[in-house]
């Protein structure tokens, strides 16, 4: 475990208590204590404590079971925390410095400074950022 692991945690909880209902915090909470458990049973270990490999294995399994749950169906709403995690994950890394300028392009807004700018009276202004 390291300083990312730590710092994707702590997004992920300030994510689910900024955005989340209650009832759908409980959910999260109790996958992510589900997910630590399942992992011991498969490895031995804690999740953080599972090697890279291992941890793979485990959330490839989660992620396709995800793809399998109906919201509404007769199953356990409970089952559906790794799509909850797996959002907030997602969403906390290309929001990041090195998901927005490594993973995907990025250009800043609202781009670079010229101060002079052509321009004669008549012209359209520009427009700050698109």
């Not at 994510?15 to 589900?34: H, K, N, V, Y």
């Not at 049973?41 to 404590?49: I, K, Q, S, Y």
């Not at 941890?55 to 992620?63: A, G, I, K, M, Y």
């Not at 169906?73 to 995690?85: E, G, K, L, T, W």
């Amino acid at each position: 475990p390291g300083a990312r692991a730590a710092a994707v945690g702590a997004f992920i909880a300030l994510m689910a208590t900024a955005t989340f209902e209650p009832e759908d915090q409980a959910i999260l909470r109790a996958g992510m204590a589900a997910l630590d458990q399942e992992c011991i049973e498969e490895t031995g270990r804690a999740f953080m404590d599972a090697t890279p490999a291992e941890r793979l294995t485990l959330l490839e399994r989660l992620d396709q079971e995800q793809f399998n749950y109906e919201p509404g169906s007769d199953a356990d709403p409970s089952v559906h925390y790794f799509r909850m995690i797996k959002q907030l994950t997602l969403r906390g890394y290309f929001t990041s410095e090195i998901g927005c300028t490594m993973a995907q392009q990025y250009v800043e807004s609202p781009g670079r400074f010229e101060p002079c700018a052509p321009y004669e009276e008549g012209d359209r202004s520009w427009a700050d950022h698109a």
